[in-house]
Every structure is written in structure tokens, then in C-alpha cells.
């Protein structure tokens, strides 16, 4: 039960990384807000939103940082490979996370297999503890998907990674994936 004026207990830095267009701004409004916008990168200049929790009776104010705002999610002009780059924003992105969800679009097999190189990036920038989700959204498209369950969790296991399947449009699994990375935090930090 949420008496929001109480003391903030933690804060928890979540980063969301992956190709553009997997779907990491929709669940983003998702946890957050409870939406859904079709069609929507309106969400320019807003670099993270927060969302107040309850864990174990500890308040746990959770900010989740999206890359909107960027030209595009992830520098991948359809041959090279950017990650985030090398731009001034990068290192301020990843610093202080203790938790990252590495998303990728279950329809599109390209933003799967570029995780490797997410994860790498991620490796390079953040703090060793972090807490990692994989996260394959669009599970709503289930008839095009182009990346098997057992690719992932594979992929998830070799890699030392949580994994979820979610949609952030029909409101599957989002919750479970941010409270599980949240709570896990909560427990290596407590
Ligand atoms: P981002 O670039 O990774 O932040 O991706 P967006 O959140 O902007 O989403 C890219 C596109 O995918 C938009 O057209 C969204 O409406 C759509 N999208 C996002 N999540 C889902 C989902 O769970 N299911 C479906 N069917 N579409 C989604």
C-alpha cells in the first residue's frame, strides 16, 4: 500500500538497451504509466521515469532510463554496429545502473543477434554487479516470430542473464520482468 510521502529507502537505476523499435519506450509506459502509445516516439527529452515500489517494506523508488530523446535507440545503419557509440551520453547513460534490460523484438531476428554486442557494450560501461534481463518483446505476434524461446533462454544461460518474454501492448509479463530485475537488485544489495 502506497504512502508515497514516506522515506524513498533505495533507488534503483534500470537501464533499457537494445536495437530501435524493439519496444523499449512502450514498456517503459507500460511499467510506468500503465500505457500504451501506437505509434508514439514522442517521448523526446524525457530521459527516465520513476516508479515508486514496495519490496520486502522497503520503499524502493525504481528509475528506469530509456534512450528516447536520440536520433534513433541504437546506432545500427543496417551494416555497422554502433551500441549507443561514441557520444558524450554514453558513459553518463550507463553510470550508477545496477540493473540493465537488454531488449530485443521477438519477430526480428537481427535485434536478437545483435544482444551479444549490447551486452558487450553493457560489460564495458557498467558496474560488474549488474543485474541483467533479457528481454524478448512482441510476444503478442506470436506468428512471426523469428527467435525460438529456447534461443534465448540458451543465449540467457551461457550469458548468466534473467530472461522474460513480454508485450508490452497487451500488458504481458511487463510487471513480472521489472519487479523480478527490482527485487533481485533489492537482494544482492541488502
Ligand atoms: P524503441 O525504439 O525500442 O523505444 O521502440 P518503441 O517502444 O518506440 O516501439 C517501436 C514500435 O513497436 C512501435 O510502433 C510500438 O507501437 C511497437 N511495439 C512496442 N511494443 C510492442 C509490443 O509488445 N507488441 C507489439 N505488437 N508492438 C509493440
Known amino acids: 500500500y502506497g504512502d508515497y510521502n514516506q522515506?524513498?529507502?533505495y533507488v534503483f537505476k534500470v537501464v533499457l538497451i537494445g536495437d530501435s523499435?524493439?519496444?523499449k519506450t512502450q514498456l517503459l509506459a507500460r511499467f510506468s504509466r500503465n500505457q500504451f502509445n501506437v505509434d508514439s516516439k514522442a517521448t523526446i527529452g524525457v530521459e527516465f521515469q520513476t516508479k515508486t515500489l514496495i519490496i520486502d517494506n522497503?520503499?524502493?523508488k525504481a528509475q528506469i532510463w530509456d534512450t528516447a530523446g536520440q536520433e534513433s535507440g541504437s546506432m545500427y545503419d543496417g551494416s555497422i554496429w554502433w551500441g549507443l557509440g561514441y557520444r558524450?551520453?554514453?558513459s553518463a547513460y550507463y553510470r550508477g545502473a545496477v540493473g540493465a534490460m537488454l531488449?530485443?523484438?521477438m519477430t526480428k531476428r537481427?535485434?536478437?543477434d545483435h544482444m551479444s554486442r549490447w551486452l558487450e557494450e553493457l560489460r564495458g560501461h557498467a558496474d560488474t554487479n549488474i543485474v541483467i534481463m533479457?528481454?524478448?518483446n512482441k510476444c503478442d505476434l506470436g506468428t512471426l516470430r523469428a527467435v525460438p524461446t529456447e534461443?534465448?533462454?540458451e543465449f540467457a544461460q551461457r550469458e548468466n542473464l534473467f530472461f522474460m518474454e513480454t508485450s508490452a501492448l497487451e500488458s504481458t509479463n511487463v510487471e513480472t520482468a521489472f519487479l523480478t530485475i527490482l527485487t533481485e537488485i533489492y537482494r544482492l544489495i541488502s
Open 7 to 9: 522515506k524513498i529507502d
Open 88 to 90: 558524450a551520453v554514453t
Open 110 to 112: 537481427q535485434s536478437f
Open 151 to 153: 534461443d534465448a533462454q
Open 134 to 136: 533479457l528481454i524478448g
Open 58 to 60: 522497503k520503499t524502493v
Open 103 to 105: 531488449v530485443y523484438d
Open 21 to 23: 523499435a524493439v519496444g
